[in-house]
């Protein structure tokens, strides 16, 4: 008789889920630092980064959309290998490239990989953690961002300055084949639940009220946070005289406080609920916002990075332990999927946004970013409430 494998633990499940967002986030952030050196590398213009990011968000949530149908068919485990070693190669293929056009086809790919395999993650977190320990579960997973943003981002960086602009592309092309090797190491064939087999119908699944409030939440927090989040560096030196060298220390403290911010919100989360969490979020974020963007209070710098970075923080584990509660095991794929497009969605719509609304002045100081600073207190005010009602359509549903 086969001997069975060993079944898969909550907490190898966490560190995997992780580990594939971390490359996801890192292969996303870590291409818009690199503008100057892409530039003189490829000989393209420097604006060009800016449509080689939108190319890459753009495909991520165009394939999402595309496979939210079918994602539920195929089990987590080769589904997910197939996302993260198309990630990996398409990131590694980005290193080859001897123009822009190479370049944005690498990562036109390497979006079109990302999306599916977030969903797919995601999907598999919630297989495997029940719903009172799914907040702490988030909070874990959620922490690759502020990883990415404390080492990810700078040793690419530092890399680039030591070697060339291909050696972040090939770091993080390789971690993703480690990642993609421990999956096919640590996920057992049957250990994965498996869906109907059949195609998912969106319609009925987004006709569910419960479905649309949290993706009103989701996109209604990456609006709130890119708003501001890439404008901070341009405005804290340009409207702030803060030094170049130190921009570099407040992402560090930012990322550390808000490493340690989400594992107290995954507690405060499963204790309190998702709302009440929220709440909380908004209130920080708008106070620190509303002080330092609007009253223009001389408030110290890392403080108000440190607030405003760990109020996002909280509020996207908040996000994704409420919206962990909606999709039904047959849909999760689909729901995630959905999920997964509007954030991206949001994210170019807020990057699109700020770039209307904002203005250079002849000494290279941003206008208007008061207004900026107000649109972003109201939009993440619609995150609470969208989760009061999204709780209140959940808990319907299932009476």
């Known amino acids: ?18 580990a594939v967002q971390f490359i996801n986030i890192v292969d996303f952030m870590m291409v818009m630092p690199l503008g100057p050196d892409l530039a003189k590398g490829l000989g393209m213009q420097s604006s ?18 595309i496979s939210a149908a079918y994602i539920d068919r195929f089990r987590r485990k080769p589904a997910l290998l197939f996302a993260t070693a198309g990630l990996s190669a398409a990131t590694l293929a980005a290193a080859l490239a001897h123009n822009t056009e190479q370049l944005l086809i690498a990562r036109i790919l390497a979006g079109c990989f990302a999306g599916p395999a977030t969903s797919i993650a995601m999907s598999l977190l919630i297989d495997h953690i029940p719903v009172e320990r799914r907040g702490r579960a988030m909070g874990k ?6 990883v990415a943003a404390v080492m990810g981002v700078p040793l690419g960086m530092q890399l680039t300055i030591w070697f060339s602009w291909q050696a972040p592309f090939v770091l993080i092309g390789s971690a993703g084949l480690v990642v993609t090797a421990v999956v096919m190491w640590l996920l057992p064939r049957g250990e994965i639940p498996n869906s109907s087999g059949k195609n ?20 209604a927090g990456m609006l709130a946070g890119f708003l501001l989040i890439p404008n901070f560096s341009t405005y804290f030196q340009f409207n702030l005289d803060y030094p170049r060298e ?24 499963d204790r309190f609920g998702s709302t009440g969490v929220g709440w909380l979020a908004w ?38 332990a409420l919206a962990s509660q909606v999709p039904s095991a047959s849909t ?63 808990i319907e549903r299932d009476a």
């Open 200 to 219: 998912v119908s969106l319609g009925p699944l987004l006709r569910q009220p419960a479905v649309g409030f949290s993706y009103l939440m989701t996109g």
């Open 283 to 320: 209130f920080c974020s708008a106070s620190i916002v509303y002080l330092t963007f609007v009253l223009l209070l001389d408030i110290p710098l890392w403080l108000v990075f440190v607030v405003f970075m760990s109020a996002n923080a909280m509020r996207n584990v908040a996000i994704q």
């Open 48 to 65: 060009a980064i800016g449509y080689i990011t939108a190319a890459y968000t753009f495909a991520a949530a165009t394939v999402a959309i």
């Open 141 to 146: 997973v959620m922490g690759a961002f502020s």
């Open 332 to 394: 999760r794929g689909a729901y995630m999927s959905l999920q997964s497009a509007t954030r991206h969605i949001a994210t170019g719509c807020a990057a699109w946004g700020s770039s209307l609304i904002l203005v250079s002045g002849h000494d290279q100081k941003l206008q208007h970013f008061d207004s900026l600073a107000w649109m972003t207190i109201i939009i993440s005010l619609l995150v609470p409430i969208a989760m009061h009602l999204t709780q209140y359509k959940i």
């Open 1 to 18: 008789m086969q001997k069975q494998a060993a079944p898969v633990t909550e907490k190898s499940i966490i560190w995997l889920v992780a």
């Open 246 to 269: 130190h921009i570099g220390t407040l992402y560090l403290v930012g990322g550390i406080a808000s490493f340690f911010v989400l594992r107290i919100a995954g507690a405060l989360v």
